[in-house]
């Protein structure tokens, strides 16, 4: 029934590895986004798909990498991890591009560098 | 950059009481969006209210937008333990990229039982 999972929900790594995060919905939605949360709560927009396409991609390390399989999976992958990739990563989605559309986001991967 | 400011950052109340959350943003919008993130939990979507609408409801959730002043605010009526939670408000940039949300800071409710 959860209409945006991800896995895994929590990840520890150290710095250097490389490691992915998943994501489904099962809205029938079309669009998909990534969103990163520091620990001050602030959440900024990292990537969006639109029917597989990259629609927006925020200036963000190209250590972080999306790939959207099809319209319901977004994955991101992250290279060579570092202490400031701590942070808990968002994925959510909505039936179409635009801020008129109401956002579903999944519960959160917590990634914890050391 | 960030567009949305709530105000408080924390707030603190009894339950029964209301909570009223302010948001002001910097440039126009074509719409405002009110989230509520539960502790550990994801972002919940509360409202949208576009641009030519001053007032919404929903259930105890009411929020006003005063575009002139830039401002939105969120009162939640009869508050109860389980409105504990951050609240943020999300806006598009109109004349910018009008594909993506930009969040807030948040405030963060204590409903105390």
């Known amino acids: 029934d959860t209409a945006v999972s991800q896995t895994p929900k929590y990840l520890v790594t150290q710095m250097g590895n490389d490691k992915s995060i998943k994501c489904e919905q099962n809205l029938g939605h079309d669009t998909m986004y990534w969103y990163k949360q520091d620990s001050k709560k602030f959440l900024k927009i990292m990537f969006s798909?639109?029917?597989?396409?990259?629609?927006i991609n925020e200036t963000v390390p190209n250590r972080f990498s999306p790939k959207s399989p099809d319209k319901a999976h977004l994955n991101l992958h992250i290279n060579s991890l570092e202490l400031g990739d701590s942070a808990v990563y968002f994925c959510a989605s909505s039936r179409g591009t635009g801020v008129a559309y109401e956002q579903y986001f999944g519960p959160g991967t917590r990634l914890t560098v050391t | 950059s960030q567009q949305g400011e709530e105000d408080p950052q924390a707030l603190s109340i009894q339950e029964g009481e209301n909570a009223t959350m302010n948001c002001s943003y910097k440039?126009?919008?074509?719409?405002l969006q009110w989230y509520r993130q539960n502790s550990g939990r994801g972002l919940v979507h509360l409202i949208l209210i576009r641009s030519n609408e001053r007032e919404k409801h929903s259930g105890r959730l009411r929020v006003t937008l005063d575009t002139s002043k830039k401002s939105s605010s969120l009162l939640i009526t009869a508050s109860r333990a389980a409105d504990t939670a951050s609240y943020f408000c999300?806006?598009?940039?109109?004349?910018?990229?009008?594909?993506?949300?930009?969040f807030g800071t948040g405030t963060l409710l204590a409903v105390q039982p």
């Open positions: 440039t126009s919008i074509n719409n």
């Open positions: 798909y639109n029917n597989k396409e990259l629609i």
């Open positions: 999300a806006t598009d940039a109109k004349g910018g990229a009008t594909n993506k949300l930009i």
